[in-house]
Structures are given as structure tokens and as C-alpha cells.
């Protein structure tokens, strides 16, 4: 089955009001940014789609990716576990406006909640958090002697992924460290979109290389030359005031 789509804009026609958008990165590293402008372009075109729930790792910098999608208003809530990182002015604004809704996650439950989103594990418990205000209201037990925090798996409609190879059929590859969260959100999506540098015929990429298996994958879309956050945000680049 060949999973390539012609464009961006085909790529994020599925993304509806009111889903929960994973959004692949750390920082920079590994994120989809002509995914997320493109759902901008959407948004801005058609007024959809609204009241997302979005789950990355943290609230965006400057003024492009996810700090442009958050600043155009199409995010209603934000599940993260940086809302503080390099220049998080857009988010930090909105929030003490009262204009989105934070839940904050710490890092490693973060990933593990969507972990066990993609592994169908519906909870599991975690030292971490226990006896701080993350754990309000989160049921808690004791293991040998220990006190555990339960959390809740994390699934979402959609995850946009950045990837560095992938075949027609959905099997891809990650560059260095802009692996990260993205296999994870692949899994833990019930609709996976990647944007990719390369795209390869069936049997192009190496088995024993393969990272996230085509299964988990239902559309990708050739990026050749993909833009890096951190570029973008020393060039004082605005998204979609200034072309890229």
C-alpha cells in the first residue's frame, strides 16, 4: 500500500476541530515544522481546525512551528512538560491571559504515558510526582514499602512526526536525537502524518534500520529540505507574516 500523499495541505486535511494533535520534537530537534504550518495555512484559509489539545514536549519558542499554531488561537490545551524553555513568549502570554489550558507532565511520565498509549496499557504507577501538585487527585498506592503515583495512558487522533527516511509503504527512519518522542507518538496515534527528507521504494531501507514499522504510519509527505526551529528563530522568522 503506497502511504505517500502529493502535499502539506493534503497531509493535514483530516486534522478536525476539538482532536488531540501529538506533535513530534524536542525543541527543535525532530519537529515537523511544515506539518504545523500547514495546518496553520488550513486554519487560516477555512477558520479550521479549532480547540485542539496538543501533547508535546514543550510550549514552543518564537514565533514559528508550534508557538505560531498556539499564537494563531487553534489551541485550546497544551500538555507538556517544558512550558518554560528558550523564549516561550507566545505560550506564556496566552496562559497568564487565561487564553489556553496547561497540563503539566514531567518529562519521563510524559513519554511513558504515551508509551503506554501506543502498548494499549490504559495506567500504570510512577514515583515521580508523589507529594507534589501533580498529584492532586491522581489515585495513589503503595509498592514495597513506597508510595506510587497512577497516571493515565496518553492517545491521540492525530501525530504529526518529523522523520529523516521513509518507503511507500510507511516504514521509517530518525536522524540522531530528532528520534525522541516521535516513534512513541507513531504508536500512540490512531492517525500518523510524517513529513520526511527522503522517500524510499518497499525494501529501500535496511530492515535492521527500520525505527517505526509502516503499520503505524497512514500518510507521508515528501519535506526535502525541512526547517530547523532554531534557524528560523535567529532569522527573527514569524510564521505566516514572513515567507520561509
Known sequence: ???TLPDLATAVAGVTDGMTVMIGGFGGSGA??????ALIDRFLATGHPRDLTVINNN???GHV??????????VRKLICSFPRSADPVVFTERYLAGQIELE???????????????AGIPAFYTPTGYGTDLAHGKKIE???GRAYVQ???LKADVALVKAHHGDRLGNLTYRMAARNFNPLMCMAASTTIVQVSRILPPG???PESVITPGIFVQGLVLVENPAQEEDLNRAGARYPEAAL
Do not use: C, Y
Not at 112 to 118: D, L, M, P, S, V
Open 65 to 74: 512551528g508550534l508557538a505560531a499554531l498556539i499564537e494563531t488561537g487553534m
Open 142 to 144: 503503595e509498592f514495597d
Open 151 to 153: 497516571e493515565r495512558w
Open 1 to 3: 500500500m503506497d502511504k
Open 104 to 118: 503539566l507532565v514531567p518529562q519521563g511520565t510524559l513519554a511513558e504515558r504515551i508509551r503506554a498509549g501506543g
Open 59 to 61: 510550549a514552543g519558542n
Open 32 to 37: 515537523p515544522i511544515e506539518l504545523i504550518h
Open 204 to 206: 529501500g531501507i535496511d
